[in-house]
């Protein structure tokens, strides 16, 4: 009887799919078998799959990162770990949690992967550096970064503030339209002077009701 359970283990941990090297489990993204996964991989309750826990990207499989993190909704058997995720999705393509995760370098943010920056110059051309983001990962709990938008609106497009797509580079969104920024009236166009004045976050109204100076001009009419 305990020889004939044995060979039908042996069995069944040989079959193809069902790999008993843990790296090879994850990178197959194997479902979670019944006697449980391979090595130290944990079974992902979520998708059901076997994955591999890591601390650093060099860990993982080929195409893979260590970008997965424990979050409530998840259960580790009581673990809090970080895990590999196959990592393929480019900027600006659909990325969400569980499945499609972002290449190295970018991060998921409202379901799109996007580029970390600290400021315009580290954003493409058609894009800003405009979004602050508190982190979701509760590994990393309390960190704020920002990440770039999409920035293709023209001037006196209409816009809206905090909404893709956003003004492009050197307008500002105000009263739901795009307006060019300036510092001299020979900055605007035609028929416009550098006479609008752009306030900014609480302390900006602030000074605009005491009369203060603008944190930025744009062209008006």
Request: charge should be neutral.
């Amino acid at each position: 009887m305990m020889r004939s359970f044995l060979l039908a283990i042996l069995l069944l941990t040989s079959l193809p799919g069902c790999p008993r090297d843990d790296t090879a489990q994850a990178a197959a993204e194997a479902s979670c078998p019944w006697w449980g996964c391979a090595g130290d991989n944990i079974c992902l309750t979520n998708t059901r799959t076997c994955v591999k826990p890591c601390i650093a990207d060099e860990e993982c499989p080929a195409q893979f990162l260590c970008k997965g993190y424990f979050r409530d909704v998840t259960v580790f058997s009581g673990r809090g770990r970080r895990f590999c995720r196959k990592a393929t999705a480019a900027e600006g393509t659909a990325c969400d949690q569980f499945g499609k995760a972002c290449m190295k370098d970018l991060i998921c943010v409202d379901g799109i992967c996007r580029r970390r920056c600290e400021d315009d110059d580290g954003c493409d051309s058609r894009s800003r550096c405009l979004l602050s983001v508190l982190s979701p990962d509760s590994l990393s709990p309390g960190t704020v970064y920002k990440v770039c938008v999409r920035a293709t609106l023209p001037v006196d497009a209409p816009c809206k503030p905090n909404v893709e797509p956003h003004c492009e580079r050197g307008a500002v969104c105000l009263f739901e339209t795009c307006h060019k920024e300036c510092e001299i009236d020979t900055d605007c166009p035609k028929g416009h002077t550098c006479s609008g004045k752009g306030y900014s976050g609480w302390r900006g109204k602030l000074r605009s009701n005491a009369g203060g100076l603008p944190d930025f001009r744009y062209c008006a009419m």
